[in-house]
């Protein structure tokens, strides 16, 4: 049984930092591609940060320079290091990966990979 769990996120006045946890269990997702993702209410979903299976980062534009995506492979875990929040930052952030097979971040590799329940971050 395969789950993603999210955890950290919380209230903080901009310019503050927070850092987002997300536990994967039932297989080894740091061997895939992994992600964060954020929606705001009335927005559409977006991509914030993406890690795959080498190590190879990217990031969404509107967060390059703040945010830090990283995993700790001996716990299965991926992390979100947010700082220098700003109000535009809020939205719930959900943790994403990629199915077993390939390890590297291809088009539409979320729309059949696990997701966690998300964990709302607010900035004001």
């Known amino acids: 049984h395969v789950q993603l769990v999210e955890s950290g996120g919380g209230s903080v006045q901009a310019g503050g930092s927070l850092r987002l946890s997300c536990s994967a269990s039932g297989y080894t997702a740091s061997r895939y591609c992994m992600a964060w993702f954020r929606q705001a209410p009335g927005k559409e979903r977006e991509a914030v940060a993406t890690?795959?299976?080498?190590?190879?980062?990217t990031y969404a534009d509107s967060v390059k320079g703040r945010f830090t995506i990283s995993r700790d492979n001996a716990k299965n875990t991926l992390y979100l290091q947010m700082n220098s929040l700003k109000p535009e930052d809020t939205a719930m952030y959900y943790c994403?990966?990629?199915?077993?097979?390939?390890?590297?971040?291809?088009?539409?590799?979320?729309?059949?990979?696990?997701w966690g329940q998300g964990t709302q971050v607010t900035v004001s």
């Open positions: 994403a990966a990629d199915r077993p097979g390939r390890g590297y971040c291809y088009t539409g590799w979320d729309k059949n990979g696990y």
């Open positions: 890690i795959d299976g080498f190590g190879w980062t």
